[in-house]
């Protein structure tokens, strides 16, 4: 009997210890934003991280849901400055307090209207050579409602300038991933503009620009809409005591230097060339050793002269310049012909030198290669008569030192290459695997994306590389089984640099290539509203694959149609075959980032992926 009620004693004491334990202080683990981080938002960003489950939260006095796992998004209002992330966590015993602190940069405003200022938002980075033709713009921010001009000592002693509307601030992630809606606040008053069109006479050395900005007149001001300026700002400015300012330009400028034109040649074997510095791609893989012609400069960007009125831009640090007086190459193309196999058709164009070009997919039938600086002197084109992959096709001189010649095919383009091998030039259009209604001989690759860096971190510290690779595994289990042989650019948490992976698809000459990727948002776009599944593809050939693997992808995981986006992406960009990048779901959201550890939410994405390929080949068939 007393060892019965020492054991129901002992029974009870145990108990009571395991309700303490369970009831102990709440932990608070925040996975972003790191501490001290400087926040890319201006009015508000996603906090996010996990707690002792069961517990109730609270982040600046605001209740925020708890999933079941513990973990917990909220989407709050910021302050510019440092700024505090108050975190309470509340459970039956006890209270946790604890406090993230990030910086949240001030944003860019108008002036205020009681002193005349100018501020050149370019540095010395921005530097410029221009030459006859070129079109200068010229731009500051200064109070608002004013008049203004520039001048450039010893070219132009007064160029106009106007006020432009209110300008927004770039605010990228809410235009691509949210809904579009700019704040108020990120539009300011104040921006002049004007510009200089570039003539022959040149100045013997580089100068900065001067900016005059001088306080309006009573008759200035009558003329200025009311809704642009009220009666406090006007009289403001009416009472300035300094009526006139002069500053000058953060860099210096060139015009028509004589070091300038002067060739260079291409050393990055990868060259991409672009239509402005730092601006959209203009052509992909231009290789190494192509020679093109240096007009001009912005900071660490050259201008290249391509044709007559073709430019292109290019990083100074990816090539070399040649010796001042080396002449532009120009090549004339007197035949063409094309050669064929059972994988694809080349149609070779022997050049004098290489040269750059550009190749463009008009449509899912017609591909266009355009060659800068060479000129036709056509009169034969051979085709492969055996072959009935080209329909038919043509060459054209749209200007000089501008050839192309345009391909017409009968079946759906399925990828190109292009490539010099000497100086002759070769454009490989590729045909599509057989395909017989399953996988059999199809090659694969799928890319676990990410590692060594982890991509996104869950709530909860369930890292985008680990659960790729786990999801990846699923994707190639489901492709075997339908005969597909399948290539894993990794199969563990081996380190994989990024250009690695599309070059793993090239040397086993992939027919297809999936990277599998789960996705975060940038700084200031809700997550809690905007989320979902989403597929990326670069070139017109792999739309229809992103189509039917996003359509097959919503349909499996019930998740948000997030988008189906043209997109710049590294993996995407290789031409020889369709490739798509795939955002299963949203890693940061408690809710999927649970739905993404469970192991028939996995099954059902492998299935969507395979599915998709399919119903892409029987719609290309």
């Known amino acids: 009997m007393i060892k019965s009620i020492r054991t129901f004693v002992l029974i009870i004491l145990f108990g009571i210890c395991a309700i303490s334990t369970s009831a102990e202080t709440p932990e608070i683990n925040v996975i972003y934003p790191r501490g001290g981080a400087h926040i890319g938002a201006v009015d508000s960003t996603f906090i996010f991280g996990s707690v002792t489950p069961g517990s109730d939260l609270v982040i600046n006095d605001k209740s925020v849901d708890v999933f079941k796992s513990g973990g917990f998004m909220a989407f709050l209002p910021l302050q510019p400055g440092p700024f505090d992330f108050n975190i309470r966590a509340i459970n039956e015993n006890d209270t946790s307090f604890y406090i993230r602190t990030v910086v949240v940069p001030k944003p860019r405003e108008s002036f205020d209207y009681d002193k005349l200022s100018i501020t ?52 990228w992630g809410e235009s691509v991933f949210g809904v579009g809606e700019v704040p108020e606040s990120l539009k300011i008053s104040g921006y002049y503009s004007g510009f200089v069109a570039i003539g022959s006479r040149s100045i013997p050395d580089s100068t900065r620009i001067c900016y005059h900005l001088q306080a309006p007149t009573l008759h200035d001001l009558f003329d200025i809409p009311t809704e642009r300026i009220n009666f406090v700002d006007a009289l403001s400015l009416l ?128 591909i266009k290669i355009s060659i800068y600086g060479a000129n036709s002197d056509t009169d034969w084109l051979r085709y492969d008569f055996d072959d009935d992959y080209i329909d038919y096709a043509y060459w054209s001189q749209p200007e000089p030192n501008l050839y192309c010649l345009t391909v017409k095919t009968n079946r759906p383009i399925w990828g190109y290459d292009c490539f010099y091998e000497g100086n002759v030039l070769k454009l490989k259009i590729n045909k599509s695997p057989q395909y017989y209604g399953q996988l059999n001989g199809m090659v694969v690759v799928v890319d676990p994306g990410h590692s060594p860096d982890p991509g996104a971190i869950g ?83 792999s739309i229809d694959l992103a189509k039917a693997i996003h359509d097959e992808m919503l349909k499996a995981t ?23 990048l795939l955002e299963c779901a949203f890693l940061i959201l408690p809710e999927q980032e649970s739905l993404l550890k469970n192991k028939e939410f996995q099954n059902r994405i492998g299935r969507a992926v395979r599915k998709g390929i399919m119903r892409f080949m029987d719609e290309y068939k």
């Not at 890292?463 to 650019?489: F, P």
């Not at 986006?565 to 590294?570: D, F, M």
Request: glycine share 6%; charged share 20%; aromatic share 10%.
């Open 459 to 541: 709530p909860t510290g369930l890292k985008e590389s680990e659960i790729n690779l786990e999801i990846a595994k699923v994707v190639k289990r489901d492709l075997e089984k339908h005969g597909a042989t399948v290539i894993m650019t990794r199969e563990d948490m081996s380190a994989l640099p990024l250009y690695d992976r599309p070059a793993i698809a090239k040397k086993v000459n992939a027919d297809l290539f999936v990277s599998v990727h789960n996705n975060a948002l940038p700084d200031g776009v809700n997550p809690l509203e905007n989320n979902g599944t989403s597929t990326y593809y670069y070139h017109l050939h």
């Open 120 to 171: 050149d938002w370019k540095d010395s980075s921005s530097n410029l050579v221009l030459s006859d033709g070129d079109l200068l713009q010229i731009e500051f921010q200064g109070t608002p409602c004013c008049r203004a001009w520039c001048s450039i000592p010893g070219y132009d002693d007064s160029i106009p300038m106007v006020e432009m509307p209110p300008r927004v601030q770039p605010y």
């Open 558 to 580: 019930g998740l948000n149609d997030h988008g189906l986006y043209y997109g710049n992406l590294a993996v995407n960009r290789p031409t020889q075959y369709p490739a798509v």
């Open 239 to 366: 009472q300035l005591e300094e009526k006139n300012i002069l500053d000058s330009s953060g860099y210096f400028i060139s015009i028509n230097p004589s070091d300038y034109p002067r060739m260079v040649q291409f050393t990055d074997s990868v060259q991409i060339m672009r239509v402005g510095p730092r601006k959209g791609y203009l052509t992909i893989f231009q290789p190494e050793d192509v020679k093109a012609l240096a007009v001009g400069r912005a900071g660490e960007w050259l201008k290249l002269k391509l044709s007559r009125t073709q430019y292109g831009w290019v990083n100074v640090n990816s090539i070399k310049f040649l010796d001042i007086g080396y002449p532009p190459p120009m090549s004339y193309l007197h035949s063409l012909r094309t050669y064929s196999n059972d994988n694809n058709v080349t149609i070779t164009f022997p050049l004098t030198e290489k040269h750059p070009y550009q190749v463009i997919e008009e449509d899912k039938y017609t």
